[in-house]
């Protein structure tokens, strides 16, 4: 079974540009939840989606938005990049909202500039 | 208070013996518990999930979880240097959110 698939895998931008970053489920899954790792602050939680409908959302501005297909696919879109956004964005995928476990894709590494 | 805590090491520990990682957590609500393990420039991996108060082994790996005293731990015991890395404990919270603690940055020495 294929695992969580995430493009592009690195990217630079340069401050005020806007990306967008996508995700593919492990086959099955419904859920999926995006992350963001940096060496200061850890693992943060940015939201999850389930079923097209966000269920869960982090303490980040409303600069990060996200979104999910009918086949569970899911993007991530990051405007107006600020210096403080390089960091490793992490999705991870389960077969449904809420306590199941979690599998983590290889993860993009956004460096803004 | 940090929602997820661990120590964040390094936590160096010889080629052979038990490693023993540690983590608390806040909510006294959470049922669901996982750990991860980290590779320099890799994303975590799932090792071990606990839902339960007791004890769950997994091959070399021991996850234990009080939930009176809000503890989980992780042994590996006969530890390899293959299991250098950090060691995420994850935390299932409030409104289904998994919350992660920092991070123990594990060194087996050979």
């Known amino acids: 079974k294929a695992g969580v698939t995430q493009t592009p895998r690195y990217l630079i931008k340069t401050r005020g540009q806007q990306v967008t970053l996508s995700c593919s489920p492990i086959?099955?899954?419904?859920?999926v939840s995006w992350y963001q790792q940096t060496p200061g602050q850890g693992l943060q939680f940015l939201f999850e989606?389930?079923?097209?409908?966000?269920?869960n959302k982090g303490n980040f501005p409303g600069r990060f938005s996200g979104r999910q297909f009918s086949n569970s696919r899911s993007e991530m879109n990051v405007s107006t990049l600020e210096l403080g956004d390089s960091a490793l964005y992490l999705c991870?995928?389960?077969?449904?909202?809420?306590?199941?476990?979690?599998?983590f894709g290889p993860g993009t590494r956004l460096t803004v500039l | 208070q940090k929602e997820v805590e661990q120590n964040s090491g390094p936590l160096s520990v010889p080629e052979g013996a038990i490693a023993s990682l540690n983590c608390t957590y806040s909510?006294?609500?959470?049922?669901?518990f996982f750990w991860y393990r980290q590779y320099s420039g890799k994303s975590p991996e799932l090792i071990m999930s606990?839902?339960?108060?007791g004890d769950k082994e997994d091959g070399r790996f021991t996850a234990q979880l009080n939930k009176a005293s809000q503890y989980v731990s992780l042994l590996i015991r006969d530890s390899q240097p293959s299991d250098s890395a950090t060691y995420l404990c994850a935390v299932i919270q409030g409104a289904q959110k998994l919350v992660f603690g920092q991070g123990t940055r594990l060194t087996i020495n050979p």
């Open positions: 989606y389930f079923s097209e409908t966000q269920r």
């Open positions: 909510d006294r609500g959470s049922q669901s």
């Open positions: 086959s099955g899954h419904r859920s």
């Open positions: 991870a995928s389960s077969l449904s909202t809420g306590v199941n476990e979690q599998f």
């Open positions: 606990i839902y339960s108060n």
